[in-house]
């Protein structure tokens, strides 16, 4: 935990978070104030300095949606021409782990979609969880 710095990215219960800030509590311990990075939920954790942490790697691409099926899974193709299927609308993830403003951001993905227009989603991945987190619409 002592090698945890301000900026760096740690897993915490579970969420890949960023540290916004590192405060020595006691002689053997450390107070971390974190940031969800999916959900920009703030959170504090104390942890003993031994302690040992996942770093999770987060990546953002941008794929062209091409369409939403029935359960709410948007259809994208990546620059190579590579399609998945396999990402949800942000207001069909669970609560608990999704981006704010979900419903909105669902609701310009289909509403621009079902005008013809090119909608570009920027996917962010972090530990086990895939989410659309932006929009553009051109």
Same mark, same amino acid.
């Given at each position: 935990?002592?090698?945890?710095?301000?900026?760096?990215?740690? @897993? $915490?219960? *579970?969420?890949?978070?960023?540290?916004? #800030?590192?405060?020595?509590?006691?002689?053997?311990?450390?107070?971390?104030? /974190?940031?969800?990075?999916?959900?920009?939920?703030?959170?504090?954790?104390?942890?003993?300095?031994?302690?040992?942490?996942?770093?999770?790697?987060?990546?953002?691409?941008?794929?062209?949606?091409?369409?939403?099926?029935?359960?709410g899974h948007v259809? @994208? $193709?990546? *620059?190579?021409?590579?399609?998945?299927? #396999?990402?949800?609308?942000?207001?069909?993830?669970?609560?608990?782990?999704? /981006?704010?403003?979900?419903?909105?951001?669902?609701?310009?993905?289909?509403?621009?979609?079902?005008?013809?227009?090119?909608?570009?989603?920027?996917?962010?991945?972090?530990?086990?969880?895939?989410?659309?987190?932006?929009?553009?619409?051109?």
């Open positions: 935990a002592s090698e945890i710095r301000k900026g760096g990215l740690i @897993v $915490i219960k *579970g969420r890949p978070c960023r540290v916004m #800030d590192v405060r020595r509590q006691s002689t053997k311990s450390l107070v971390f104030d /974190v940031l969800d990075v999916f959900t920009a939920k703030k959170s504090e954790e104390v942890v003993q300095y031994h302690d040992a942490f996942e770093v999770p790697h987060v990546q953002r691409l941008a794929y062209e949606a091409l369409g939403v099926d029935e359960d259809s @994208v $193709i990546d *620059g190579e021409g590579q399609i998945r299927s #396999d990402i949800e609308l942000p207001d069909r993830v669970p609560e608990y782990r999704a /981006v704010p403003g979900a419903r909105m951001l669902s609701k310009k993905i289909v509403d621009c979609l079902q005008q013809g227009k090119v909608v570009e989603v920027i996917v962010q991945s972090a530990h086990w969880m895939v989410q659309i987190v932006d929009v553009k619409v051109t």
